[in-house]
Antibody
Framework: QVQLQESGPGLVKPSGTLSLTCAVSGGSISSSDWWSWVRQSPGKGLEWIGEIYHSGSTNYSPSLKSRVTMSVDKSKNQFSLELRSLTAADTAVYYC?????????????WGQGTMVTVSS | EIVLTQSPGTLSLSPGERATLSCRASQSVTNTYLAWYQQKPGQAPRLLIYGASNRAPGIPDRFSGSGSGTDFTLTISRLEPADFAVYYCHQYRRSPGTFGHGTKVEIK
């Protein structure tokens, strides 16, 4: 059974860079075409950050595009998110998720989420 | 960007009652790419409905989805205690994918 697990620092300074990794276990990262990142600010709704194809192609949210880079490491069976020039508005729970081909590419698999606080 | 507006913001109901949640899109969404999720405090969202009306594996049949174009509905036929949560609609046809702001179903 495929599982996702996010990892990264819980606290990052303003103007700094956030780096998160999503480890895929129980299956190959190549078993799905796309992998996504979604975030949720405290008490707020869900925001799609972007997606990466297992070969490395990407799509990013226009509102974050200038600050986001996603990458995939097949050898480690994981994919990553980098978000630059952080402000307090980037404080959120960050989730990695999988669009499932058996459910029409809705997000059928989610990591548990990792809380990231941007503060000095 | 397609904006999804969910209503009501909060729905106060008793166990056993029927819940009807609305999701309206700012432009037409292909049915195939409209989903509903349930989220409980401290947990990741859980997929309930995909393709506007298809239940995800393991989802009880008291959950049903309907709608087309710009108007979609999630119905919970008889609320059980485990159903009190926040529900989000999601369109993933056009990048960027977008979510509604959620409807909280709370115990009356």
């Amino acid at each position: 059974q495929v599982q996702l697990q996010e990892s990264g620092p819980g606290l990052v300074k303003p103007s700094g860079t956030l780096s998160l990794t999503c480890a895929v276990s129980g299956g190959s990262i190549s078993s799905s075409d796309w992998w996504s990142w979604v975030r949720q600010s405290p008490g707020k709704g869900l925001e799609w950050i972007g997606e990466i194809y297992h070969s490395g192609s990407t799509n990013y949210s226009p509102s974050l595009k200038s600050r986001v880079t996603m990458s995939v490491d097949k050898s480690k069976n994981q994919f990553s998110l980098e978000l630059r020039s952080l402000t307090a508005a980037d404080t959120a729970v960050y989730y990695c998720a999988r669009p499932g081909v058996t459910v029409g590419n809705a997000f059928d698999l989610w990591g548990q989420g990792t809380m990231v606080t941007v503060s000095s | 960007e397609i904006v999804l507006t969910q209503s009501p913001g909060t729905l106060s109901l008793s166990p056993g009652e029927r819940a009807t949640l609305s999701c309206r899109a700012s432009q037409s969404v292909t049915n195939t790419y409209l989903a509903w999720y349930q989220q409980k405090p401290g947990q990741a969202p859980r997929l309930l409905i995909y393709g506007a009306s298809n239940r995800a594996p393991g989802i009880p049949d008291r959950f049903s989805g309907s709608g087309s174009g710009t108007d979609f509905t999630l119905t919970i036929s008889r609320l059980e205690p485990a159903d009190f949560a926040v529900y989000y609609c999601h369109q993933y046809r056009r990048s960027p994918g977008t979510f509604g702001h959620g409807t909280k179903v709370e115990i009356k």
